[in-house]
């Protein structure tokens, strides 16, 4: 068999881990030759590949990124491909192609799988938010970061009277906000699931410090909104790929609070960082179980689904289910969340 692979999307550390057991089972167990292509759909749409043997993987378990290279993909670029499938599957003498990546990969996977292609998806992203499956690798190593930051952050802050207002990644799912506020024991989480009021903010910090604490830290999602009326604050102009312009939650929170707090407040960003680097043992294990499965899959047969974590099992299931709704995060768990302020 002849496999393509590629790496789709925002990068996320346990691609690499994917890809590595891609090619181990692939070329180990069943004697295929796998072939990845460059920077994502990009690659294959332009026929730039390379070949990957047991060499060319080896070592890069534990390396963040992608060795493959990432990239968005526009709309209609994607059209192209579609109408163009089943040439590509001719010109590259594929049988099976997996992708791997988030909400975007995995839609045109869909998309490529209607038109014919004989796909197995891989989902990954830091956010969490793929429907269909309990975890993405990726999230593990985000949640980590954003944790080991706030951690961080409270004594830096406690030796300042500052309020530490620290803006995580998670555009329209608050997953990592809520699980590394959680770990760090933030004392405001702010969600774009659930539009928040600065004024209860306002009342948490005082009232911490009307008992003698020092400092607060406030965990809140890229993309979490202030609730109608209640700050000034605009809604982004949608870009090329269809994602809004965020426009900057954190600076404009933290600017806020030192408004009507007279207190320090410091905005951190923690951008990409999050994304960065080696991913956690559970990602590495996660990553290299989806890879595995993915293989069976193509050797199934079982094209036009994904690979996905239930409870402690890899299942497949229709990349159709995947792509229909992002996975927000439900109101019980952010009452959860809410209950450790
Ligand atoms: O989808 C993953 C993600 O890391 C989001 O959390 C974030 O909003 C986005 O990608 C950032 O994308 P880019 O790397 O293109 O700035």
């Known amino acids: 068999m002849r496999i393509g692979v590629l790496t789709a999307g925002g990068d996320c550390p346990g691609l690499n881990a994917v890809i590595r057991s891609v090619v181990h089972r692939a070329v180990d167990n069943y004697g295929d030759e796998v072939i990845g292509f460059e920077d994502g759909y990009s690659g294959l749409l332009d026929g730039r590949y390379r070949t990957l043997d047991l060499d060319a993987v080896s070592g890069i378990l534990a390396r963040g990124g992608t060795i493959l290279g990432s990239s968005r993909l526009e709309r209609d670029r994607l059209r192209e491909a579609c ?33 014919g292609l004989p796909v197995v998806g891989v989902p990954k992203t830091i956010d969490n938010d793929i429907s269909s499956t309990d975890r993405t690798f990726g999230f593990d190593t985000a949640v980590g970061v954003a944790t080991e930051a706030m951690d961080r952050l409270k004594t830096t802050a406690e030796s300042h009277q500052r309020v530490m207002v620290v ?16 770990a760090a024991g933030a ?8 539009p928040f009021d600065p004024a209860q903010l306002v009342k948490m910090v005082e009232e911490r410090f009307a008992r003698g604490k020092k400092f607060a830290v406030i965990c809140v999602a890229e993309g979490a909104h202030p609730a109608d009326g209640t700050m000034d604050y605009g809604k982004g102009e949608i870009d ?14 933290a600017y806020e609070l030192e408004r009507r707090l007279g207190k320090e407040s410091k905005p951190v960003i923690l951008g990409h960082v ?11 294990v996660l990553a290299t179980r989806f ?5 069976e899959a193509a050797h199934r047969g079982d094209f036009g689904r994904m690979t996905s974590l239930r409870g402690t099992d890899i299942v497949m299931v229709p990349l159709a289910e995947a792509v229909t709704e992002l996975k927000t995060v439900p109101s019980d768990r952010m009452d959860e969340a809410e209950s450790v302020f």
């Open 240 to 253: 090329k790929f269809g994602h809004e312009r965020f426009q900057g939650i954190g600076t404009a929170l």
């Open 83 to 115: 109408e163009n499938a089943s040439d590509m599957i001719r010109d590259f003498g594929i049988d099976a192609l997996i992708p791997i990546g988030g909400e975007g990969t995995l839609t045109a996977a869909h998309m490529l799988s209607e038109a």
């Open 274 to 284: 999050q994304r960065g680097g080696t991913p956690t043992a559970y990602d590495r």
């Open 291 to 295: 890879g595995w499965h993915a293989v």
């Open 167 to 182: 803006e995580v990644m998670g555009r329209h799912a608050g997953w990592i906000a809520l699980e590394s506020g959680m």
């Open 187 to 194: 004392h405001g989480i702010c969600l774009p699931e659930r």
